[in-house]
């Protein structure tokens, strides 16, 4: 980037091309962060609250015991989409009689901020599924899937009759 000037100075293109490639640099490594932190953040809302549902499952809290504790964040798979506000996830939990994974697709609602570390943010649950495996002796281990989906109301309202609609042509 260096260019020398007639006198065997160093040009002030050169200076400034230097400066602009640093702060391109460090502009782009603070944006990768600032996204890992905000799905850190993500990650970190979606899983809580699905540690919190699945503690008021009697089917999990009886197969892996209570408290049920969330894995590392480098073993959880997350897919955003709809501009942050929709998710799917998927992280390994544990209990003191077991371990499992938790699946769950979840939305927010709220502000479209773009970094929601900022802020609480409030994730509804639409489909959870907890993969359990129970440890025992050969015999005894056990693998099984809870359902945590809530039943969606029955809005399932009578079909009216259709009535024809009166043709605008005309018998000639």
Known sequence: FSTLAE?????????YGRRA???VLISLTGGFALSAFDDLAIYHGCSSKAIEKASENQKIKEAIGEPIVRGP????SLAV???????????PVSGPKGSGIFQLKAVRHGDSRLFTFFSHQDWDILIMEALIHVPGDDEQQQTFR???TNPSPDTH????????QASNTENK
Not at 7 to 15: E, F, H, P, Q, Y
Not at 81 to 91: E, G, I, L, P, W
């Open 7 to 15: 006198d065997g100075k160093v040009s002030r293109l050169g200076i």
């Open 21 to 23: 490639v640093k702060v």
């Open 73 to 76: 964040w480098y073993n959880a």
């Open 81 to 91: 989409a709809h501009r942050r506000h929709s998710v799917s996830c998927t992280f």
């Open 146 to 148: 809870i359902s945590l």
């Open 157 to 164: 309202v009578d079909c009216q009759p259709c009535m024809p």
